[in-house]
């Protein structure tokens, strides 16, 4: 199975759907870009389980989709949901500047 979590912080995510099996078994890892290695819960992540970091992809934004799927700010969700990008990933505006994500 595959979880996308909605935050920067995954511990509490990753308690909920890793189950005591999964640890003991070696049956769970945990995958993330390399922009974000010193990231929030990484001691206990590894102590449980393998951390994988991989390469940023240039064309996708984290922000961007955490937006449009988890935002509690419907005008803000729907701006980024049909916003164009740059060659980046990062959303813009009529103008070409970059929206502002966090409400």
């Given amino acids: 199975q595959l979880f996308v979590i909605p935050s920067t912080d995954p511990l509490l995510y990753i308690k909920s759907m890793v189950s005591e099996y999964d640890i003991e078994t070696g049956a769970c890892c945990y995958a993330r870009g390399d922009d974000?290695?010193?990231?929030?819960?990484?001691e206990w992540?590894?102590?449980?389980?393998?951390?994988?970091?991989?390469?940023r992809t240039e064309g996708c934004s984290s922000t961007l989709i955490r937006t449009i799927y988890h935002s509690e700010n419907a005008e803000l969700r729907?701006?980024?949901?049909f916003a164009k990008t740059r060659y980046d990933g990062k959303p813009?505006?009529?103008?070409?500047?970059?929206?502002?994500?966090?409400?």
């Avoid at 974000?36 to 990484?42: A, D, E, I, K």
């Avoid at 813009?92 to 409400?103: F, P, T």
Wanted: aromatic share 6%; net charge negative; proline share 9%.
């Fill in 36 to 42: 974000m290695l010193q990231f929030p819960g990484r």
């Fill in 45 to 55: 992540v590894e102590s449980v389980m393998p951390v994988h970091f991989v390469p």
């Fill in 78 to 81: 729907e701006k980024a949901a």
């Fill in 92 to 103: 813009i505006d009529e103008n070409g500047s970059v929206l502002q994500l966090k409400a």
